[in-house]
């Protein structure tokens, strides 16, 4: 039986004074830890638009889906009960009907994320990820995109993270174009904040402090 929460927040009065729901998201967080549930509701929540449930396995987890119709965004604790490894991800990837899953993880190897990314996880979120970079991750990874923070995996392997996905390849052309987000994004057929994130990773990845300087080192190191 689903015994978590749902928080809904973002709520504003129409103009007959009703109160209308401005929820752009719903996420689902599945953590047996009490205090990191709580901390990641929070943060959703100070950013508004968000609807939050909460529960402590992966039973909880799909039984919460099953009554809800599915969430945009799943995360899901890597050593909670009921995940077993990653099988738990295969589960909540089913009963999510396609929509992202992804790890958390407070103590898991870049291993074991990059093992995540291979079977389908939408991302994989450290549990000390400040506050503004985990809405940003799970807005990116809502939108349809694969996170996976750099510093993290740059412990594993500092070359293979200096590679460029497909897609960060993709918006790289467009920055060495001199082409603007948004026409970037309507090439790509992405949203803007999507592209706006690729950006963000693309100059830590070549350790440019602008969007100018990474299309200067990309045709430097000719990688487009």
Avoid at 59 to 75: H, M, P, Q, R, T
Avoid at 106 to 113: L, M
Wanted: glycine share 8%; with cysteine; net charge neutral.
């Amino acid at each position: 039986m689903f015994q978590g929460s749902i928080e809904h927040v973002g709520f504003r009065p129409n103009e007959n004074g009703a109160n209308v729901s401005k929820v752009t998201m719903r996420i689902l967080v599945a953590d047996d830890h009490d205090l990191v549930r709580e901390t990641i509701a929070m943060f959703l929540q100070s950013e508004g638009m968000v609807e939050v449930a909460t529960v402590a396995s992966v039973d909880e987890a799909v039984a919460a889906i099953a009554k809800s119709g599915g969430f945009d965004l799943a995360l899901l604790d890597y050593q909670m009960p009921g995940m077993n490894g990653l099988s738990g991800l295969s589960r909540i990837k089913r009963a999510n009907d396609g929509k992202p899953v992804a790890i958390l993880s407070g103590n898991a190897t870049p291993d074991i994320a990059q093992k995540a990314i291979e079977a389908g996880a939408a991302g994989f979120v450290p549990k000390t990820l400040g506050a503004k970079s985990m809405i940003s991750a799970i807005r990116f990874m809502a939108a349809g995109e694969v996170y996976v923070p750099y510093g993290f995996m740059k412990q594993a392997d500092t070359k293979a993270v200096a590679n460029l996905t497909v897609r960060e390849t993709e918006v790289l052309s467009g920055l060495c174009e001199g082409k603007s987000n948004k026409e970037i994004a309507n090439d790509l057929d992405l949203q803007e904040v999507t592209i706006k994130l690729h950006v963000k990773t693309l100059c830590r990845k070549l350790e440019a402090k602008n969007r100018t300087q990474a299309a200067l080192i990309a045709k430097d190191r000719q990688l487009i």
